[in-house]
């Protein structure tokens, strides 16, 4: 069964400074890969997703995930961030052609001015 | 810019008590997901549908959780009796295509958090 490992529930780092967002995964085929972001009772918004082809992905609001598997892990960087990047973070995984998502269980990122 | 829709935002309930949460997904959208998410914790699927058929429920709680899509557009989310552990977010998404589209992006409504007393 394909399952989502999200390391850290809490990660803080300042203004300005890197943000790496840990994700490793498990699927017995090729998976799709994704990162959602959640701002406090809003739904769930697409950052970026690895489907096929380069396994650097580029996302909106600056944020980028590369796809390695050879260590089984899909992490989320941004180069500098931002007050406004403080939100919840979910790394998800499809199995091949099925549709269903399994969420990890989410990383809180705070920054700190 | 097409949004997924959901109403109630908010709901306080009673143990016992009938709720039931509505969504309406982008239009054209053939694949409408009903998600229950508990605070601290990621999204788990309840129910999805394709058109108007139910194409995976096996995580929806049938005792007392019932899903339709009667017309294959909105669609309701129902719980009776509703039981403390019940109180979450529950979301509503919706993707373009079906089955088989892997890698597909879900697009989200605003959710609708529900406190069971």
């Known amino acids: 069964a394909q399952s989502v490992t999200q390391l850290g529930s809490h990660v803080s780092v300042s203004e300005g400074a890197l943000v790496l967002l840990r994700c490793n995964y498990s699927s017995s085929v090729p998976p799709y890969l994704f990162w959602y972001v959640q701002y406090p009772n809003q739904g769930l918004q697409l950052l970026l997703k690895?489907?096929?082809?380069?396994?650097l992905v580029k996302g909106i609001n600056g944020f980028e995930a590369e796809f390695k598997k050879s260590e089984t892990s899909f992490h989320l960087t941004k180069p500098s961030a931002h007050m406004s990047d403080a939100a919840e973070y979910f790394c998800?995984?499809?199995?091949?052609?099925?549709?269903?998502?399994?969420f990890g269980s989410g990383t809180r990122l705070s920054i700190r001015p | 810019e097409a949004e997924v829709a959901q109403s109630p935002r908010y709901k306080i309930t009673e143990k016992s008590q009938a709720v039931a949460f509505w969504c309406d997904p982008i239009?054209?959208?053939?694949?409408l997901y009903w998600y229950r998410q508990i605070l601290g914790q990621g999204p788990e699927l309840l129910v999805q549908?394709?058109?108007?058929?139910?194409?995976?429920d096996s995580q929806l709680p049938k005792d007392r959780f019932s899903a339709e899509r009667l017309k294959g557009v909105d669609s309701t989310l129902k719980i009776q009796p509703a039981e403390l552990g019940d109180s979450a977010m529950y979301l509503c998404?919706?993707?373009?295509?079906?089955?088989?589209?892997?890698?597909?992006?879900?697009?989200f409504g605003p959710g609708t958090r529900l406190l069971v007393l």
């Open positions: 239009s054209g959208h053939a694949t």
């Open positions: 998800a995984v499809t199995k091949g052609s099925a549709s269903k998502i399994i």
């Open positions: 998404a919706s993707s373009l295509g079906g089955p088989g589209q892997g890698g597909e992006t879900q697009y």
């Open positions: 690895y489907t096929t082809g380069a396994t």
């Open positions: 549908f394709q058109d108007e058929s139910v194409v995976d």
